[in-house]
């Protein structure tokens, strides 16, 4: 439901010609490049359902969350396991999701918006740069593919 | 271990409580991804490993060491 509403709302910003979205490069097993025409969040509104399937985000975090406990998601990208996350801990905790990628960010505040998730603080940055998060305070730290 | 990894590594031990855990896992080995098994040793290095932990496995879950 969620990836048909993205996917329409990317068509009408189209349609009305606000902004064209980012094109991400796809290359094969062999490094060609397959395609430059589809959009980055599109691909990935695509490949999340399919990534749901084979390692839904509940099965990595679930064991090592437990409810009330601050986490930090480094590289958190759209958010897949960040909603995970902030469902785990309970709407009273705080969840920090770090990203590099700015269309990122601003793609899980708008799916955290929806989803209504208000414990999520999503910051635009490094995972070498957390300044904005205190001396330990933080009970979880997941870094998945971050290095 | 190049810097940005190096500070990330660092950024992660001053945030995470004595108690707390880091669920760490690399996307892919050179040459797709940047991490090799000496640089992936030296980042374990700086933690106590709780579970996983081989480079081809490419995760772990890790703890601070006690001091």
């Known amino acids: ?147 | 271990m190049a810097t940005d990894r190096q500070l990330s590594v660092k950024e992660m031990k001053r945030i995470l409580k004595p108690d707390g855990q880091i669920y760490m896992s690399l996307g892919a080995g050179p040459p797709f991804g940047y991490v090799d098994q000496s640089e992936w040793e030296n980042i374990l290095e700086e933690f106590t490993i709780r579970r996983g932990g081989s480079y081809q496995q490419k995760w772990a879950l890790l703890s601070l060491k006690q001091v």
């Open chain 1, 1 to 147: 439901m969620l990836v048909g509403a993205e996917m329409n709302a990317e068509k009408n910003m189209d349609f009305k010609g606000k902004h064209k979205p980012k094109k991400r490069l796809i290359l094969n097993s062999s490094g060609k490049l397959m395609s430059k025409l589809i959009p980055w969040n599109v691909g990935l509104s695509i490949a999340e359902p399919i990534a749901r399937l084979f390692e839904p985000p509940q099965k990595l975090v679930g064991p090592y969350v437990k409810r009330g406990q601050v986490v930090a998601d480094l590289g958190c990208g759209r958010g897949y396991y960040t909603l995970a996350l902030a469902k785990l801990v309970g709407a009273d905790v705080k969840v920090y999701a770090v990203d590099l990628n700015k269309n990122n960010v601003r793609a899980l505040q708008k799916r955290a918006d929806k989803a209504g998730y208000h414990n999520i603080e999503a910051h635009n940055s490094s995972a070498s740069d957390l300044s904005f998060i205190t001396d330990k305070s933080v009970d979880f730290i997941l870094a998945n593919g971050l290095l």
